[in-house]
């Protein structure tokens, strides 16, 4: 299968001259496109959340998507690696025709895999790096780190707190706390936990 995948940022561009350079490149290479997908959408939005994810799925070995440029793949150089990669893993091959570019399963695409999976473990490490340099930075500055322990609520928080001793004299009288909750003006569920949290457990 062959796939011509068009991609614009906003309405107000046209998707005609993507297409049309498609078209001229199948036509000099005596190609047939079997199916389009267009979208408009920007490149930065993440690839499985476009059209292109659901390409990227369906695609099979010995598919070819062209494209008129790898920008329109995506916005971002790693996003652009991770796509490549996908299609070279898949066996699919990516052309682009203003850039030239051909992935295949030729020993430059497999050259260029390596140099994509090297660059994004670089990445990777230079990330945690930069990370733990940060840490390590507030702890000496003498920050406190992880997350912040909870805090207690008594019942002075709430607004039945204060109405504790009229709380407990309804519930006695045989209120349900259904009836107390409206005469309360709260809901049910806040009269259920004020009951849970500061009157059943003092049973």
Do not use: P
């Amino acid at each position: 299968m062959i796939y011509g995948y068009i991609r614009v940022s906003s309405d107000k561009q046209t998707v005609e001259n993507q297409r049309f350079e498609i078209e001229q490149f199948c036509k000099v290479n005596n190609l047939i496109i079997d199916g389009w997908i267009e979208e408009t959408i920007s490149g930065t939005k993440a690839y499985d959340k476009r059209r292109l994810g659901s390409l990227l799925k369906k695609a099979r070995k010995g598919d070819t998507i062209i494209c008129s440029e790898l920008s329109r793949l995506g916005r971002s150089l790693f996003m652009i690696m991770e796509i490549l990669s996908i299609c070279m893993k898949k066996g699919c091959r990516i052309c682009t025709i203003k850039d030239g570019y051909r992935l295949g399963d030729d020993i430059q695409s497999k050259v260029l895999a390596f140099a994509f999976a090297l660059s994004a473990e670089i990445e990777r490490n230079l990330i945690s790096q930069r990370t733990k340099e940060a840490l390590a930075r507030k702890r000496a500055e003498g920050k406190k780190l992880g997350r912040r322990k909870g805090r207690y609520y008594g019942k002075e928080t709430y607004k039945l707190g204060r109405k504790d001793a009229e709380f407990r004299r309804l519930l006695a009288e045989g209120y349900s706390l259904r009836r107390i909750a409206k005469h309360f003006h709260v809901s049910q569920q806040t009269a259920n936990l004020y009951n849970k949290r500061f009157i059943r457990v003092n049973e």
